[in-house]
T-cell receptor, first 109, second 113 residues
Framework: GEDVEQSLFLSVREGDSSVINCTYTDSSSTYLYWYKQEPGAGLQLLTYIFSNMDMKQDQRLTVLLNKKDKHLSLRIADTQTGDSAIYFCAEGGFQKLVFGTGTRLLVSP | NAGVTQTPKFQVLKTGQSMTLQCAQDMNHNSMYWYRQDPGMGLRLIYYSASEGTTDKGEVPNGYNVSRLNKREFSLRLESAAPSQTSVYFC????????????FGEGSWLTVV
């Protein structure tokens, strides 16, 4: 079945770059997503990438997709304390998404 | 802009009690979903509704029932709550076409004692 894996924790200093990694198994996924969840809140879509793309940049966010290795990463440049949250990778085609376990990012001043 | 609204936000149930989580979206989306979130397990799909009048099982449907009341509303029912159903429940919706982007409600915290 489909499976999405992420490391559980990442700690960085304010101003550094953060890289959150994700591996997935379903090569037929049409889209891959990054969601952010702040404490006590629902998931907020950060960005997504089509499966036929290698990279997508959106302001401080850069998504890299390696289809051969089924590896997705999210880079946050100039990480701020407000970026502290849980980040979920998700893969999906029509109608349904499969989520990873989430990576908790802690940004220290 | 309400988006996806779910109620209640918090609920404590005794084992064996029943309850219904309500969800409504105002984005005219075709598809709606119920997920549960447990520590270390990410989000798991309970049920989804691809369009009004249809519902399908997700990854963890046992112990739950759903109703797609109309295009706006999708409810989740626990007929006989069990402690294993203690979780955070998220309703979500999507139009199924625009990059399949899914929008989430703020979550319902359910504790079964």
């Amino acid at each position: 079945g489909e499976d999405v894996e992420q490391s559980l924790f990442l700690s960085v200093r304010e101003g550094d770059s953060s890289v959150i990694n994700c591996t997935y198994t379903d090569s037929s996924s049409t889209y891959l997503y990054w969601y952010k969840q702040e404490p006590g809140a629902g998931l907020q879509l950060l960005t997504y990438i089509f499966s036929n793309m290698d990279m997508k940049q959106d302001q401080r966010l850069t998504v890299l997709l390696n289809k051969k290795d089924k590896h997705l990463s999210l880079r946050i440049a100039d990480t701020q304390t407000g970026d502290s949250a849980i980040y979920f990778c998700a893969e999906g085609g029509f109608q349904k998404l499969v989520f990873g376990t989430g990576t908790r990012l802690l940004v220290s001043p | 802009n309400a988006g996806v609204t779910q109620t209640p936000k918090f609920q404590v149930l005794k084992t064996g009690q029943s309850m219904t989580l309500q969800c409504a979206q105002d984005m005219n989306h075709n598809s709606m979903y119920w997920y549960r979130q447990d520590p270390g397990m990410g989000l798991r799909l309970i049920y989804y509704s691809a369009s009004e009048g249809t519902t399908d099982k997700g990854e963890v449907p046992n112990g739950y029932n759903v109703s797609r009341l109309n295009k706006r509303e999708f409810s989740l029912r626990l007929e006989s709550a069990a402690p294993s159903q203690t979780s955070v429940y998220f309703c979500a919706s999507s139009d199924g076409f625009s990059g399949n982007t899914i929008y989430f409600g703020e979550g319902s915290w359910l504790t079964v004692v």
